[in-house]
Structure formats: C-alpha cells, structure tokens
T-cell receptor, first 113, second 114 residues
C-alpha cells in the first residue's frame, strides 16, 4: 500500500525552463512534507519542506505547493539548471512523530541542454 | 555540526557471509533509521531505532537486524548474504519533533555481494 506516490518515474526539462515534480499521498494523518534530492552513489540531501498549515513554501529556485484537499504536492524548480539533474524523493511525516517517515519511489529529472 | 557518518563506504562480500554497517548520527539526534536502495526500488525502509529501542520496522526478513547504542550510534547487520542484498544502504538521523521532523541522510554504504 503506497501511501506516498510519485507517478512519474522520469521527467525531462529544457535548461532554463520550469521543472514540476508531483507527489500524491493518501493518508490524511500526514502533516509535514519534505523533498529530497539524490545524486548517484550519494545519500539524499534535504531540499525543502512544507507544513500542512501552509500551502506554499519558497527557497530560492525551489517552491513547494501543497493542496491538502487534493492530497497533492508539487515541487517547482525555476529556472532549471544542469546540476538539478538527479532523483527527487517526496516524503511525508505523520502527526505522530514516533511513526516513520514515508518516501515515494522518486522521480528522475533530466535537464536537457 | 557534523553530518551523518556511515562506514564503510564500499564493501564486497561473498554470498553466505554476514556484514555489519555502522552509522553515527548528527549530534543530538536520538533516532536512526536504515534504508535500502536498489535500482528502480526507491528507498526501502528497514527499521528505526530511538533511544536504543527499535521503534519501527519495515518488511525485510529476519536476516536484517540492527541495534543502537547509548551514544545513539547504530549498526545494522545482514546475515547469510544473498546476491539480491547488493544495494546502497542508507542511514538517516532525526530528532523527532524538531526541525519539522526532517531526517538527514549519510552518504551510504555500497554493498556488493558476489
């Protein structure tokens, strides 16, 4: 039972354009959401997060949008750069902080020159 | 503040052997989680330890085990290695309830079983 779904295994975007990565969740008990970026042979690095009390959080070129009614969040990268080519994982944290954080399967982003 | 440290970074083992991986969390983090990543499989949750107690467990066979010490350092052990255990093993630490419950990963330990 996948509680956090990233339905696009891969995405290709032209350099300089906007990259939009999507994530859906099923459990309404999630109240904190995170995005991680992972290069091959390295550990994932924390990118940006959003609390369920907000619908948008911005950090430089990265913006995360949360639509609670649709149980959907998205990560926007503007403008996309070659170094953004990586696998992006969406994650959700339950309100009960003792419970584990749930990860999606990831989306591989390719930035095309 | 030092990040999550994992050792060894790379290792090769023979089928049937056992392996122990080590993880030192970020100072002040009492929770340590372990994940397995294989190509196309995302991050598979193994288990989580908090204050020396296993608090959450994923769907892995009993060959996969772990422990946590009083200084929050953690080890995971895989016994009777199989070829399919070849993967990147990631450790992550957090202090639940702080920083929005963000977890931070180490660089991982690459295990190859031959």
């Amino acid at each position: 039972d996948q509680q956090v779904k990233q339905n696009s295994p891969s995405l290709s975007v032209q350099e300089g354009r906007i990259s939009i990565l999507n994530c859906d969740y099923t459990n309404s008990m999630f109240d904190y959401f995170l995005w991680y970026k992972k290069y091959p042979a390295e550990g994932p690095t924390f990118l940006i997060s959003i609390s369920s009390i907000k619908d948008k959080n911005e950090d430089g070129r990265f913006t995360v949008f949360l639509n609670k009614s649709a149980k959907h969040l998205s990560l926007h990268i503007v403008p996309s750069q070659p170094g953004d080519s990586a696998v992006y994982f969406c994650a959700a944290s339950p309100m009960n902080r003792d419970d584990k954080i749930i990860f999606g399967k990831g989306t591989r982003l390719h930035i095309l020159p | 503040k030092a990040g999550v440290t994992q050792t060894p970074r790379y290792l090769i083992k023979t089928r049937g052997q056992q392996v122990t991986l080590s993880c030192s969390p970020i100072s002040g983090h009492r929770s340590v989680s372990w994940y397995q990543q294989t190509p196309g499989q995302g991050l598979q949750f193994l288990f989580e330890y908090f204050s020396e107690t296993q608090r959450n467990k994923g769907n892995f066979p009993g060959r996969f085990s772990g422990r946590q010490f009083s200084n929050s350092r953690s080890e995971m052990n895989v016994s009777t290695l199989e070829l399919g255990d070849s993967a990147l093993y990631l450790c992550a630490s957090r202090e639940p309830g702080t920083a929005g419950n963000t977890i931070y990963f180490g660089e991982g330990s690459w295990l190859t079983v031959v």
